[in-house]
């Protein structure tokens, strides 16, 4: 079927075209005849199926065929960004028609509003609130009113609008057509249809659930794991937008800052903000300007952002057709869509509900929880490697790491050779002290045998730093340990060996004259008790005398 078939005006047709809408959808199929027969409607219908052209479109066709005096339709929306939508929408479809339309919404320049209202339009598209503060100041005229519409009449219920919407409705004339759209109809929607409208026929396409086009996952963790695993999936995904959902208005302010140390580029949504700051943040998205949005539920429903990539329910939502609401954004016009949703210890009881929904499938992840910024994340594998390893818990890189470094140490241990039991000693001795230096450091340590063995000059010159302050003798023995190694080849140094040994005989020949000369008694005691208070106590006492000057 085209829109053709139904015998619309060849304006609206030309609007029609314009904006590419060929055929229309199931909704609209059923809807738009009923609505141009002059009957009241009843229409339940899932997000994202047209609703807003099943309502505009007829609307617009018999305005055009009345007289046009005065206000014609009044439209009632629960979200200032919904009536902004629906009125573009009127804009465009109408716009060879010469339909003239004002938005009345709460955050924008009141004047402004009041005079478009006093120079007469067709249609009006109000949320509750602002239209009672205009109708206060104008005294709006609505006898001429033919038409009025409740859009998104159940969320305007959970809004705490259902008295606002009878005080407007004592406004209007009780010959009208009245239009009703809800994605679900509790029974105060159900008794209000029944209070204002006459023998309504009802559309119903299918009860609000998840559209099977939508990848939909699950993941069970701990609050302070939320922003790693937003970074993980962003990592490792590819995609071009997203809608981050919580539920306040704080946490969204929150959350977007956390994402922007990070280095996201985000934008925020909330009930607080202004009008202009909320189209602002709304059209960088909608045009790519930011790639992350984060919101409350007033960007849940109506609103139509095309091929949203991903939706994260940062905090689970408070009901199964908020999850409805929510996850609806991606996966629109036959498009693909992820929905993510983090499930905490305290929302198991209202996820277990969205898990229940009739014919939903969910994939429920386990986040381990040792899982961090430097975990291992992989959206293809679901973690395989923290269920091998028992359960809920993986190991981290930094684990994997360790264990690694472990094997190479050991090796390295085993496969090292050395000519002296000294030589072994020291090594082990330097390789903890540079496991140690390593783990204070937080870098990861690896082992090998080309970075165990050093050049001869650094070898050299450490030995030389350490015979710093003591005799000859034991200045001899180190630089003998040090010209015995090896070089950087594993060659032993000619020219080292030569000067070593030269100095050990100069040395021993020093020695061999000395002994000639007698020493005094006196001199030998005084050289004993040097040597003696020299020497470093041990325990309590070496603490204290450590502070105590040298004489």
Not at 8 to 17: F, K, M, R, V, W
Not at 294 to 308: C, P, S, Y
Request: net charge positive.
């Amino acid at each position: 079927m085209k829109f053709t078939d139904f015998n619309l005006s060849d304006e609206l047709i030309a609007g029609l075209n314009d904006l590419q809408f060929n055929e229309p959808t199931p909704v609209q199929e059923q809807a738009i005849p009923i609505v141009t027969e002059g009957r009241d409607l009843i229409a339940a219908a899932q997000t994202g199926t047209g609703k807003t052209g099943a309502f505009v479109i007829p609307i617009m066709e018999r305005v055009l065929k009345s007289n046009r005096e005065g206000i014609k339709a009044l439209i009632l929306s629960p979200t200032r960004e919904l009536a902004s939508q629906i009125d573009e929408q009127i804009f465009a479809i109408g716009y060879h028609a010469g339909i003239s339309s004002a938005t009345v919404i709460g955050g924008s320049d009141f004047s402004q509003q009041a005079k478009a209202l006093k120079a007469g339009v067709d249609i009006i598209v109000a949320t509750p609130g602002r239209l009672i503060d205009q109708n206060k100041v104008l005294g709006i005229d609505f006898s001429k009113l033919e038409y009025f519409v409740l859009d998104e009449a159940d969320r305007m219920l959970d809004m705490g609008f259902l008295p606002d919407m009878k005080k407007i409705i004592s406004w209007l004339p009780e010959k009208r057509q009245t239009l009703l759209f809800s994605a679900t109809m509790p029974k105060e929607i159900q008794k209000l249809a029944g209070s204002i409208m006459e023998n309504p026929a009802l559309v119903e396409i299918e009860r609000s659930k998840p559209s099977q086009s939508v990848e939909q996952r699950a993941y069970k963790l701990r609050s302070k794991q939320k922003v790693s695993l937003v970074k993980k999936i962003f990592d490792d995904l590819q995609w071009d937008s997203c809608i981050i959902f919580t539920s306040t208005k704080k946490g969204t302010d929150e959350l977007q800052r956390l994402l922007k140390r990070e280095g996201i580029k985000a934008a925020s949504i909330h009930g607080d903000r202004s009008q202009d700051e909320r189209n602002k943040a709304l059209q960088a998205f909608k045009n790519g300007q930011v790639p992350v949005i984060v919101a409350t539920d007033v960007l849940a429903r109506g609103i139509d952002i095309k091929e949203v990539s991903i939706i994260i329910n940062y905090d689970v939502p408070n009901n199964t057709d908020d999850y409805v609401h929510r996850i609806g954004r991606t996966g629109r016009y036959d498009k693909s869509g992820i929905a993510i949703t983090f499930v905490s210890k305290r929302d198991s009881r209202v996820f277990s509900q969205i898990e229940n929904i009739k014919g939903n499938k969910i994939k429920t992840i386990d986040l381990p929880s040792n899982f961090n910024e430097k975990s291992e994340f992989s959206w293809d594998s679901d973690l395989k490697q923290a269920k091998k390893s028992g359960g809920d818990r993986s190991r981290s890189k930094d684990d994997s790491d360790r264990e690694k470094r472990n094997q190479q140490s050991k090796k390295s241990r085993s496969t090292e050779s050395s000519d002296t039991d000294t030589d072994k000693d020291k090594s082990r001795d330097s390789g903890k002290k540079s496991d140690s230096r390593q783990k204070r450091n937080g870098k990861p340590t690896q082992k090998t045998e080309q970075s165990e063995q050093s050049s001869p000059k650094n070898k050299q010159t450490d030995s030389d730093q350490k015979s710093k302050g003591r005799s000859e003798k034991n200045k001899t023995k180190s630089e003998g340990r040090s010209g015995g190694r090896t070089n950087g080849s594993g060659r032993s140094s000619k020219k080292q060996d030569d000067k070593v040994n030269t100095e050990a005989a100069a040395h021993e020949k020093k020695i061999a004259e000395l002994e000639k000369v007698a020493i005094p008694p006196a001199i030998e005691k005084a050289a004993e008790r040097n040597k003696n208070s020299l020497k470093p106590a041990k325990g309590f006492w070496g603490i204290v005398k450590s502070f105590l000057p040298k004489f």
